[in-house]
């Protein structure tokens, strides 16, 4: 008998598998990095490498999935940045490995804007908007673990205990992997995509995001790029930063303790979701926008050594994200004519790749030496958008009922 779950919920039941993962990468994937013997600078390298990467196949992900459609082209990328990755780090752990693997792993990230089409499509609005909420919270589910591996961390050091992340979170991901292969379908949208293209009915890229741009439409967007790229460097060299001499200067055990913190912040978020959910998504994203500057600021100044104020910025930081994401994004895809759903979210996201791609290497080179300025300038682009914010005068409504549910 055919399942008749919708894709929102089989990828919000095998997200779990991801969240621990996700939540040791924040606190020290780029530690870890450094202790098998890359370099910050060649890290940087590595993530400029894979956002140009990513730059190209986000131009390309409109006519990928019009001709594969969008569930493959989700879980071909998912099986290479994730699945083949992890493995390749588990059974072959060599510098080379982790560098390739870094590439690789960010580069596939071009497959996002199908990835959130498929999760939006076939839903009300007022469903989307919760399920984004839920999802970004089972994002931060992992950080209620990752305090579990002090003893690893003092036992076995940063090294040894990734090691061993990596060895429990493959098989989990890869199963979550089949679980979706088996139970995700391709939504309306793209299976109607599909037999456009079959049927010889084309748009130019140009038409597409003549469509989907204009008004509003190209401040979300131009929101999207703002608080993307600090976010990706923040990933990137955050835990860099927080254990340098020259900045926070906190000890690699305390780094397991910020997931906690996020966690918990996302929480609250989630228990006041039902105050909020039928505000204006202008002071939404506001607040959101405010909490994620406050914390993100917090974080670049906290004093030397002392570990509550950088816990009170993370959670602030991951409050913010958790509200940002679950607003912005459901408003942003369903506003966006369906035409235009993947072709806008692609390019966008390749201009944001193409900064990240400029700057990663930069920033990582100072990291070492001022990483209180290299916190200092993830924090200008979040203060940017905000002002954006400010200054819109309006947003439009998300789409209700039928309306979303055939978008």
């Not at 594969?68 to 994730?82: E, N, S």
């Not at 300038?377 to 409504?397: D, E, I, R, S, Y």
């Amino acid at each position: 008998m055919r399942h008749r779950w919708s894709n929102a919920v089989v990828i919000l039941w095998s997200e779990p598998s991801w969240s621990l993962l996700m939540a040791w990468q924040a606190s020290y994937q780029t530690i870890f990095l450094v202790a098998e013997g890359l370099s910050p600078v060649a890290i940087g390298l590595a993530v400029g490498a894979s956002g140009l990467l990513q730059a190209v196949g986000l131009t390309m992900v409109e006519a990928l999935t019009t001709r594969f459609g969008r569930k493959w082209v989700i879980q071909v990328g998912d099986f290479l940045g994730w699945v083949v990755v992890l493995g390749l780090w588990v059974l072959y752990p060599r510098p080379w490995t982790f560098a390739v693997g870094l590439v690789l792993m960010n580069a596939t990230n071009f497959v996002m804007p199908a990835w959130n089409s498929l999760f939006c499509e076939d839903l009300s609005a007022g469903r989307v908007t919760y399920y984004y909420l839920v999802l970004q919270l089972l994002g931060l589910l992992g950080g209620l673990a990752v305090p579990l591996l002090v003893p690893w961390v003092h036992a076995y050091g940063v090294r040894g205990s990734g090691e061993r992340v990596l060895a429990i979170g493959w098989p989990l991901v890869a199963a979550a992997w089949l679980m979706r292969l088996v139970w995700m379908r391709e939504s309306k949208a793209g299976r109607a995509a599909q037999h456009a293209h079959r049927s010889g009915v084309r748009h130019s890229v140009r038409q597409r995001l003549r469509e989907g741009t204009g008004g509003t439409l190209t401040t979300l967007a131009a929101l999207r790029v703002l608080v993307r790229v600090p976010v990706a460097l923040f990933t990137t060299l955050a835990p860099l930063v927080l254990v340098a001499g020259r900045a926070e200067a906190l000890a690699p055990t305390l780094l397991a303790y910020l997931p906690l913190s996020g966690s918990v912040a996302g929480g609250v978020v989630m228990l006041t979701h039902g105050r909020w959910q039928g505000r204006d998504p202008k002071h939404l994203l506001v607040l959101s926008l405010s909490l994620m500057t406050l914390g993100m600021a917090v974080l670049s100044f906290a004093p030397a050594g002392q570990a509550a104020p950088v816990m009170v910025a993370w959670a602030l930081a991951a409050a913010g994200q958790a509200w940002f994401w679950s607003v912005h994004t459901p408003l942003w895809v369903a506003s966006l004519p369906p035409i235009a759903r993947v072709t806008v979210q692609g390019w966008t996201g390749a201009a944001s790749a193409l900064l990240v791609t400029v700057l990663a290497p930069l920033l990582a080179a100072f990291v070492g030496a001022m990483p209180r300025l290299v916190a200092l300038l993830w924090v200008l682009p979040v203060a940017a958008g905000l002002v954006l914010m400010l200054a819109t005068p309006h947003l439009p409504a998300p789409p209700h009922g039928e309306e979303a549910a055939e978008a």
